[in-house]
């Protein structure tokens, strides 16, 4: 026999796929994971149970499938929208907003079952919704309970003038030479507002002859309100042409050559009509970017820049000019997904294109567009999420999800499959909702088609790309998530479909902080809420929980086998600050022990092990249970961790930082592995694990 003292020290690898468990050789596999529940890991390598789930409301319609689709006009007002069937309403900071008492609601066209595919983009208080079966609308928010959904028209927001007429000033008809001719005219107004430029006026004519001395014609209209200036086209064999501009309401043409390079622009909104509704929608270099309707799945539309809602055109093209394209390629795939990195990265159903402006411009413009291709792995429907400089998208087959990301080297985008290592996680399932949560754990929140939920620490920097997957208490079925800024952290917000006292329940929760100093503000359980105030036994408001086992921590002591009847349960002492809700459970194994840790002993994997004693390096921990494999099922196999030794009996235990010594169950076994939970709503962050292990023959 060898007794052996071995150090895993990190699990920046997450939960590595049962088929790479004999994958010793793999550098990931020192600081992998057989089991990470409920744990998330964090970037620097330590583990963590998640926070709790605190409750927010039930949706309006439990019976309807529902969306949540954040809105961020700044740092302090930052929104969730509920999305179902024909309605929105709104949340901030965990609360409903409300209007005279009751949940502020706004009727919406969509139906439940295409809110799951909106495509939406924002900028300041004003987001465009897109999906290919409706108009285009624009949703503002003009105060906390006023908001508005318009369908986009597609205009110039600034109105011609009116009222034009044109006359000889003086009249020369009587002057020798005089040779009568027609000039025709057309002016458009510019926006003080946004320097965007209207459409023309109805043309105007008048016969006179330019030529002469002192021969000119007068053009006059009325103001236009919001205008600035005003800009006078004339016709030059059929094309008209720029003369000149003006602050006031009259011009005079004193026989000026049109600039047929410089035309008035033309109309269109190619967005009309069933069939031509977009599926995508971003903003890129100071546009407005449709692309894929129904009939036409590989053209793009930009708008005129700086002028959103604008996608006329000139002839011949202007740079400011709206942009339309299309992709050629073998196959016609539909574009899924736009985002600007670098130019404009197309997202298809087959193959990532990349737009640019070409090697001689800085800009995409009429007349520069370049479209290179950058792959052919293909995009699934749910929208890419942004990760620093990296874009982290599904693909449309096989549960993969990639990063991608310019190399600079190669002149290129590439990226990884980031789902290599946990492929279990998404076999035979698709992504159907995610969201990135940058502060404070680099996280991004992944919902998968079962209802499963699986999140990813992700950091390219430091080649850190860790799995783990959460479950909760009630047969929770996770559908929707989403992540808006509140505070110093990004916060997710889930739509959960619970089975509550037999009945099935669809609610909004979203996960508690993690930053806590004393154990009392710790927030581990799941669809739980808070009571804070004078001490009392009876905590009420808990009828979204009818019928349901809870568990609650009262001033940090924990309370279990609490029954929840007529909204509220009946605690054994007084408390005067009480979270209560579903219980959660988090387990963490490792992997069986690597043959790169033991020096001189040939292969230990396939022998007979036993664990004699385990060196937790924990951080602000507290609960703690420790065993062999047997108690990953088995939880008489665990041992508790006695933690209080000098504190007053009468006072709850604090947290501990630092290590320590557990001597868990003896087992033989050919693993060696070590299995960890937590199972009270109690804190537990494990930075390394150091078993004493002994090998047999």
């Known amino acids: 026999m060898a007794d052996l003292r071995l ?98 609601r706004l009727i919406t066209p969509y139906a439940e079952a295409h809110v799951r595919d909106l495509v939406f983009v924002q900028e300041a208080d004003v987001m465009y919704i897109v999906h290919p079966n409706y108009e285009i609308r624009k949703l503002a928010r003009l105060a906390e309970n006023n908001w508005t959904l318009t369908v986009v028209s597609f205009a110039p927001s600034i109105t011609p003038p009116t009222s034009l007429s044109a006359t000889p000033d003086p009249s020369t008809s009587a002057e020798t030479g005089y040779t009568p001719k027609a000039y025709y005219y057309a002016v458009s107004a510019v926006s003080d507002a946004t320097g965007e430029e209207s459409t023309p006026s109805v043309i105007v004519g008048v016969v006179n002859d330019l030529t002469i001395v002192d021969g000119r014609n007068r053009i006059n209209w009325s103001a236009v309100a919001g205008a600035s200036r005003y800009i006078v086209y004339k016709e030059d064999n059929g094309v008209y042409g720029y003369i000149g501009g003006t602050s006031g309401l009259q011009f005079y043409d004193d ?24 599926r995508s929608v971003t903003f890129i270099e100071q546009r407005l970017a449709f692309a894929s ?56 159903s087959g193959a990532e294109w990349i737009v640019s402006g070409g090697s ?3 800009a995409i413009t009429p007349s520069a567009i370049k479209i290179d291709n950058q792959g052919y792995r293909g995009s699934a429907r749910v929208q890419p999420i942004l990760v620093g400089n990296m874009v982290l998208f599904a693909q449309s087959r096989g549960g993969v999800v990639r990063d991608f990301g310019y190399e600079f080297a190669n002149d290129t985008y590439t990226g990884k499959d980031l789902t290599i290592m946990s492929r279990h996680f998404f076999e035979n399932k698709s992504i159907v909702a995610w969201a990135y949560a940058q502060a404070p754990y680099s996280m991004a929140w992944v919902v998968l088609s079962d209802g499963s939920l699986v ?23 996770f559908e929707d998530v989403s992540v808006i800024a509140e505070g110093n ?25 993690r930053a806590f100093e004393t154990v009392e503000d710790a927030f581990f359980v799941d669809s739980g809420l808070t009571y804070s105030g004078a001490a009392t036994k009876t905590i009420t408001g808990l009828s979204h929980l009818n019928g349901m086992g809870v568990v609650a ?4 002591n924990v309370v279990r086998d609490l029954t929840v009847a007529g909204g509220s349960v009946t605690l054994p002492n007084a408390a005067s600050k009480v979270h209560i809700g579903l219980p959660m459970e988090a387990t963490l194994q490792t992997l069986d022990i690597d043959l790169g840790q033991v020096q001189g002993l040939g292969t230990v994997q396939g022998r007979q092990k036993s664990v004699s004693n385990v060196t937790f390096r924990v951080e602000n921990t507290r609960g703690i249970w420790v065993g062999p494999e047997k108690g990953l099922t088995d939880n008489s196999k665990l041992v508790e961790y006695k933690q209080r030794s000098t504190e007053a009996w009468n006072e709850p235990i604090g947290m501990y930082t630092g290590d320590l010594d557990i001597t868990p169950t003896w087992d033989w076994n050919r693993s060696g592995c070590v299995v960890v939970k937590q199972f009270d709503p109690l804190p537990m962050t494990i930075l390394a694990i150091m078993p004493e292990l002994t090998i047999g023959k």
């Open 7 to 104: 150090f895993q020290p990190a699990f920046t690898s997450g939960v590595l796929s049962p088929a790479l468990w004999a994958r010793v050789d793999l550098a990931k596999y020192s600081t992998g994971l057989k089991t990470a529940v409920n744990l998330f890991v964090h970037p620097h390598g330590g583990a963590s149970n998640r926070a709790g789930l605190e409750f927010v409301r039930e949706t309006e319609d439990s019976a309807s499938r529902c969306r949540l689709i954040p809105f961020e006009f700044n740092t302090e007002q930052t929104y969730v929208i509920e999305v179902s069937n024909g309605y929105m309403r709104f949340y901030k900071n965990g609360e409903i907003i409300l209007s005279s008492g009751i949940p502020y």
């Open 255 to 278: 026989n000026i050559v049109a600039d047929v390079a410089d035309t008035p622009q033309i109309a269109r909104n190619p967005f009309s009509g069933a069939g031509n509704y977009p």
């Open 293 to 348: 309707t129904l009939s036409d799945p590989q053209a793009v539309w930009m708008s005129q820049s700086a002028s959103y809602e604008n996608f006329g055109y000139s002839s011949p093209a202007k740079a400011s000019d709206a942009v339309t394209f299309r992709i050629k390629a073998r196959q016609v795939n539909e574009i899924r997904s736009m985002i600007s990195v670098r130019g404009l990265l197309l997202l298809t």
């Open 360 to 362: 001689n411009s800085d």
């Open 455 to 477: 999140s990813l620490t992700y950091m390219k920097e430091h080649d850190v790309w860790a799995w783990t997957n959460h479950i909760s208490a009630a047969d929770a079925v």
């Open 489 to 513: 952290e990004d916060v997710p917000y889930f739509i959960v479909r619970r089975k509550i006292n037999g009945v099935w329940k669809r609610y909004i929760e979203r996960l508690h902080t």
């Open 553 to 556: 921590l009262a001033d940090g």
